[in-house]
């Protein structure tokens, strides 16, 4: 565990995805090895304080599904705007696993406490798209009376569209303690982040407070 820790164990428009294709399916391949760990991974992520920048690496996106799904519903119940941008989900597949938990997407969305954006568009349009809505949804948040801003989006998008120079900038410009009310679980597909160099590897861990997910070669899926 490093803190910088290391806990382990579709704004925009929607973004439709080709669950078809080889890629899309590496990523939602289940294992149920890693089973065991993502209720201790949400334990984790509900632990964060406000003003933490935090990582995330999951194993596969069945299991990213049902962290972000209990993690927003807890951040809904505890007042708090929740802020999810995708990456390999639509925004009709969030939604379904969002509403399975309890959550009155319709009314949270309308009333402002639920947020979904395209990843796509919200980093590789403007790199920083996501950082300012994240701004403007923490004064909104003090305006409101809300506890504060959670945030949980997939950096995904990045590896995409190949622009890993770009995302190692972006981590590096955001501090790991912000001064506002405001957490951010950057999240990482293992998968994505395995395809990095070492030194990258490095690099990014160093830009976060607190890493949280798996990191044993047993608790990846198969290629």
Do not use: W
């Not at 890629?23 to 939602?28: A, D, G, M, R, S």
């Not at 995302?167 to 293992?190: G, N, Q, T, V, W």
């Amino acid at each position: 565990m490093i803190n910088n820790e290391y806990k382990g164990n579709d704004i925009i428009g929607g973004a439709s995805v080709n669950t078809t294709s080889t890629h899309q399916k590496h990523l939602n391949r289940n294992d149920n090895n890693t089973s065991s760990s993502i209720s201790s991974i949400i334990e984790d992520i509900l632990q964060s304080n406000f003003q933490e920048h935090n990582l995330l690496i999951y194993p596969h996106l069945p299991s990213f599904r049902q962290i972000y799904s209990v993690c927003i519903k807890q951040a809904l119940d505890n007042n708090e705007i929740a802020f999810i941008a995708t990456t390999y989900d639509s925004f009709d597949r969030i939604e379904d696993v969002l509403k399975s938990k309890g959550i009155s997407v319709d009314n949270e969305k309308k009333d402002g406490n639920l947020i979904i954006v395209d990843a796509l568009r919200a980093y590789q349009i403007d790199t920083y798209g996501a950082v300012k809505l994240g701004k403007s949804l923490v004064m909104r948040a003090a305006r409101d009376g809300k506890t504060g801003v959670f945030a949980i989006p997939d950096m995904g998008s990045f590896f995409l569209s190949e622009r890993i120079d770009t995302l190692l900038e972006y981590e590096r410009s955001i501090p790991i303690k912000m001064d506002f009310k405001f957490i951010a679980i950057c999240s990482y597909h293992r998968g994505n982040f395995d395809t990095l160099t070492e030194q990258q590897q490095k690099e990014l861990l160093l830009c976060h407070n607190t890493v949280i997910g798996v990191k044993d070669e047993s608790d990846a899926f198969e290629p």
